[in-house]
Structures are given as C-alpha cells and as structure tokens.
C-alpha cells in the first residue's frame, strides 16, 4: 500500500513522534550548479516579485518570477521541525534578498507524512493561491502547539481515523485546533470544512506527494532542488551558499 492509500486508509493515524523524527535530508550528493552572477530582472510596472504566486503544473506553489533563471523547489512536511525551521530562518531571506530580484523563484510541494500533514495541506490550499505559503509559514510556527493538541485531544483524534473519508480530516482538524488556529488567520471554519470534505481533493494531494517522492526520490524532509539539482541543505545557512554559487546576489 502507498504512503498516500496508508495516509487515507480508515482508522489509521501516524503516530507523530515517529513522523517527527523521519524528517531530515538525503544522503544522495549535491549535483554542481555554478555559474556566473546574474543580473535583477525587473518586475511587471506596478508589481513585486514577491506578490506574484503561481500553482505549477506539479501542483506546487511557486512565489516569484515564473522565468526566474534559478528555480528553487522545496520538498516539505508540514509536521517537519526541520522545516518548521526553515519556515522561521529562512523564508524571509530568501525572499528578501533572492525572489525579489526576480532570479530566483521559490515553489513550495508537499511531501505527505501523516495525516496532520495532510490536514494542513489541504486547509492552506483552501483559500486563495496568494495566502498558501504564509498560511503555511504559521503553521510551522505553531506546530508544538498544534502537536500539543493532538496529544491532549488523542482519543478524538484516534475516533477521526475511524470516520467517513468526507468527515475524516474535519474531525483531525478539530482535534489538533487547526479549524480555529485557520479561523484566526482569514481561513473560515465553513471554508475549512467544505476543503476538507472533498475527499477527492485530499486524496490528490496525497497521491501527487506519493507520485513525485518516488519519480524524484525524495524521501525526508526539507529536500530542496535548485534548477532540477538536488541541494544537499537542511537550512539557509546551506542552502543561500548554493544560491550563490548559481548566480544569486
């Protein structure tokens, strides 16, 4: 059975310290990317870099220029603490200093763990396109208390796996707190619960999760890819040398 089937299977539920502690980076070398420094590409009159966010064709959300020399990917796990840190140490930066010169674009997949992981997935992908990846950024911010939640919640969170798939997630959502933590930040508890009703929506996130870890071998959490290369970098303070070494300024 596939991590995805696994993930919608009824009645089962991850047990997350075991998904914690799954996620780190592979073994599997950087390949060479260097070039020569590139120059800051204008954005269209009227527009930042930064605001520009598109939905890729491997259902990733990308924020920059969509023709950005430097195509930046990163693999993550929304119950990652590794890239929770990320989220806080390094998004800013990249953005500041990196997208917004229109060299480098960043685009943001899922690489499904569990199904809090899923849950989130689904609840940041819920509003519009722009909101995806600050909705997700404060998210990791908050995943010890969310993880605290489903600790202190355990005995609803177990009876959520046991429910109908279009019931499934709503109830993991309201155990972990995530229908109010979204409400908080613009995201509607009805929105929340007609997102994570469509089951068939869910299962395509998963599925997509599934189908690129194996094309890709990608099998931890951050995985970044610069330009179809795979960075071996857990962290900015790895991955803006790399940035540098492809042209980034």
Same mark, same amino acid.
């Given at each position: 059975?596939?991590?995805?089937?696994?993930?919608?299977?009824?009645?089962?539920? @991850?047990?997350? @310290?075991?998904?914690?502690?799954?996620?780190?980076?592979?073994?599997?070398?950087?390949?060479?990317?260097?070039?020569?420094?590139?120059?800051?590409?204008?954005?269209? %009159?009227? +527009?930042?870099?930064? %605001?520009?966010?598109?939905?890729?064709?491997?259902?990733?959300? +990308?924020?920059?220029?969509?023709?950005?020399?430097?195509?930046?990917?990163?693999?993550?796990?929304?119950?990652?603490?590794?890239?929770?840190?990320?989220?806080?140490?390094?998004?800013?930066?990249?953005?500041?200093?990196?997208?917004?010169?229109?060299?480098?674009?960043?685009?943001?997949?899922?690489?499904?763990?569990?199904?809090?992981?899923?849950?989130?997935?689904?609840?940041?992908?819920?509003? &519009?396109?722009?909101?995806?990846?600050?909705?997700? %950024?404060?998210?990791?911010?908050?995943?010890?208390?969310?993880?605290?939640?489903?600790?202190?919640?355990?005995?609803?969170?177990?009876?959520?796996? +046991?429910?109908?798939?279009?019931?499934?997630?709503?109830?993991?959502?309201?155990?972990?707190?995530?229908?109010?933590?979204?409400?908080?930040?613009?995201?509607? @508890?009805? &929105?929340?619960?007609?997102?994570?009703?469509?089951?068939?929506?869910?299962?395509?996130?998963?599925?997509?999760?599934?189908? &690129?870890?194996?094309?890709?071998?990608?099998?931890?959490?951050?995985?970044?890819?610069?330009?179809?290369?795979?960075?071996?970098?857990?962290?900015?303070?790895?991955?803006?040398?790399?940035? &540098?070494?492809?042209?980034?300024?």
């Amino acid at each position: 059975m596939t991590v995805s089937r696994r993930i919608l299977a009824a009645g089962f539920i @991850a047990p997350l @310290a075991l998904t914690l502690a799954a996620c780190g980076s592979s073994d599997d070398p950087e390949s060479a990317l260097t070039g020569e420094p590139i120059a800051a590409i204008p954005a269209p %009159d009227g +527009q930042e870099w930064t %605001d520009i966010v598109t939905v890729t064709e491997a259902g990733g959300y +990308q924020v920059g220029n969509p023709e950005a020399p430097l195509k930046l990917i990163e693999f993550a796990s929304h119950t990652c603490g590794a890239c929770a840190n990320f989220a806080a140490t390094g998004v800013t930066p990249l953005k500041e200093k990196y997208v917004t010169s229109g060299v480098v674009s960043f685009e943001l997949r899922n690489l499904v763990r569990d199904p809090i992981d899923l849950t989130i997935a689904a609840m940041v992908r819920c509003g &519009q396109k722009e909101n995806m990846i600050p909705l997700a %950024d404060q998210a990791w911010a908050s995943l010890n208390d969310i993880i605290g939640n489903v600790q202190t919640n355990n005995a609803a969170y177990q009876a959520a796996g +046991q429910m109908p798939l279009d019931q499934r997630f709503i109830g993991i959502a309201e155990a972990a707190g995530l229908i109010d933590f979204f409400s908080a930040r613009g995201l509607s @508890a009805d &929105q929340a619960r007609t997102c994570l009703a469509d089951g068939a929506r869910i299962e395509g996130i998963a599925n997509a999760s599934a189908e &690129q870890a194996e094309e890709l071998d990608v099998n931890a959490t951050p995985t970044f890819f610069l330009n179809g290369a795979r960075v071996d970098a857990l962290g900015w303070d790895q991955l803006e040398p790399a940035l &540098q070494r492809a042209g980034a300024r």
